[in-house]
């Protein structure tokens, strides 16, 4: 089945103890992107990726790390997570590179909270 | 820099009146235009999208918008809501200009009433 897979799907941690979620996609899509969703504000874009080894900074990118090794994977790391980065967090792909252009395609989000 | 503007927060219908979910874009160069749609609890899903050719866009549940770049609007609209449709939706806009960064709405909220 395609799909966008995101692991965990909640997660409650500490101030200051670093973590990852993993995103992986199944579609060979050259386009990834992360985004937070925090209520009145809709989503915002952390970082995307048109291509193995691009990255780039999107709206809110501060306080977030993210890779792209290989093509199916783009993993959201945060060194040292705030309280103010308690959100929920979503990971999608696209099929082409200027993936804004195409239909994003979502998992099904990642539930984070920083006590 | 391009932005999104959804000019009510919440829609509320009843079942089988029209829907009208209203988006003001800022864009200065050929935008594409998305709407999303998110049910409770759940994921995001494509409900349609314009990237230059027709300007009213067909989407899935009888939902369509129309690009008005004079008025620089996407509006959009479904003529008879159902139960099913109650859910947040998201206006987004994209353009070459902003490096294909994708902007989104704060959303709108449609409540079905029976």
């Known amino acids: 089945e395609a799909q966008v897979t995101q692991n965990p799907r909640y997660l409650i941690t500490v101030t200051g103890k670093k973590l990852t979620v993993t995103c992986s996609q199944n579609?060979?899509?050259?386009?990834m992107s992360w985004y937070r969703q925090d209520p009145g504000l809709g989503l915002r874009q952390i970082y995307y990726s048109m291509n193995v080894e691009v990255t780039d900074k999107g709206d809110v990118p501060e306080g977030y790390k993210v890779s792209r090794k290989e093509k199916r994977n783009f993993p959201l790391i945060l060194e040292s997570p705030s309280p103010n980065q308690t959100s929920l967090y979503f990971c999608?792909?696209?099929?082409?590179?200027?993936?804004?252009?195409?239909?994003?395609?979502f998992g099904p989000g990642t539930r984070l909270t920083v006590l | 820099a391009q932005s999104v503007t959804q000019l009510d927060s919440h829609v509320s219908v009843s079942e089988g009146t029209p829907v009208l979910l209203r988006c003001n874009y800022s864009?200065?160069?050929?935008?594409?235009l998305f709407w999303y749609v998110q049910h409770p609890n759940k994921g995001l899903q494509l409900l349609l999208k314009y990237t230059s050719a027709a300007t009213l866009v067909k989407g899935i549940n009888g939902f369509e918008a129309e690009f008005k770049k004079s008025e620089t609007s996407f509006h959009l609209t479904k003529p008879s809501a159902h139960m099913s449709d109650a859910a947040e939706y998201f206006c987004v806009v994209s353009d070459q200009r902003s490096n294909y960064q994708l902007i989104w709405g704060a959303g709108t909220k449609l409540i079905i009433k029976p």
């Open positions: 579609m060979n899509h050259e386009y």
């Open positions: 864009s200065s160069y050929s935008p594409s």
């Open positions: 999608a792909s696209s099929p082409s590179r200027q993936g804004s252009t195409d239909t994003q395609y």
